[in-house]
């Protein structure tokens, strides 16, 4: 079973730097991907990054140039350092995983954690 622990989360002021995590256990498949994905009240989910197991990567556009994604596979731990963030990213943000292909793309992921609550404030 496939359990996807995120933390990080909590309140800053605008400009400033937090770094999510998810710890993994269980198994995926050795081609997966895992990625972080946002949603705010009355907004739609929103992809922020995705990871792979050959490190590449891709982001939203909305990110791009502030935020990283990395993974530690040693430590199965996947981060997202997010910088010079805006009161735009206050969501709550997720961790999801699964086998690379169909399901990396859109929100398709089919494991995912509990969340973890980003609040920017300006």
């Known amino acids: 079973q496939v359990q996807l622990v995120e933390s990080g989360g909590g309140s800053v002021q605008s400009g400033g730097s937090l770094r999510l995590s998810c710890a993994a256990s269980?198994?995926?498949?050795?081609?997966?991907?895992m990625g972080w994905l946002r949603q705010a009240p009355g907004k739609e989910r929103e992809e922020v990054a995705v990871?792979?197991?050959?490190?590449?990567?891709r982001y939203g556009d909305s990110v791009k140039g502030r935020f990283t994604i990395s993974q530690d596979n040693a430590k199965n731990t996947m981060y997202l350092q997010m910088n010079s963030l805006k009161p735009e990213d206050t969501a709550m943000y997720f961790c999801a995983a699964d086998r690379d292909g169909f399901h990396c793309v859109a929100g398709r992921q089919r494991y995912w954690g509990q969340g973890t609550q980003v609040t920017v404030s300006s």
């Open positions: 269980g198994y995926v498949d050795s081609r997966y991907c």
């Open positions: 990871i792979y197991y050959d490190d590449r990567a």
